[in-house]
């Protein structure tokens, strides 16, 4: 390597070696740090995977939903009956953000979760 490409880094791909220029290096690298994070969050979480929970895009409907949780005193406006894994966020959807490969909105549409 010349002594004015020391910072440069090799990389292999498909068997074959190129160098890589400062901004190519940084994009590794960024990815290297967000993979390490990843990783050391799950480890600080017990292992439990976090998603990414956010209210649904249509205003009117997150309305509405308040408004029924309002008048049932917590629990899903969808649902008969006033029970415990019916009180929002309810069990289903909490369920389904345990599992990593379900993307999508809760039973009220209320909540969306990504993956």
Avoid: W
């Avoid at 901004?23 to 290297?32: H, S, T, V």
């Avoid at 415990?84 to 953000?97: A, T, V």
């Amino acid at each position: 390597m010349d002594a004015g490409n020391q910072n440069d880094l090799l990389c292999e791909e498909n068997h074959k070696y190129r160098r890589l220029t400062e901004e190519q290096n940084c994009a590794k690298m960024r990815k290297r740090i967000k993979r390490r994070e990843d990783q050391n969050s799950l480890k600080r979480t017990g292992g439990i995977y976090m998603a990414k929970v956010r209210l649904n895009e249509n205003a009117e409907i997150v309305k509405r939903v308040k408004e029924g949780l309002k008048q049932k005193g917590g629990y899903c406006p969808c649902r008969i009956g006033k029970l415990e894994e019916n009180k929002c966020m309810c069990q289903e959807f909490r369920d389904q953000i345990a599992d990593p490969e379900f993307e999508g909105y809760c039973h009220c549409m209320l909540y969306y979760k990504e993956k």
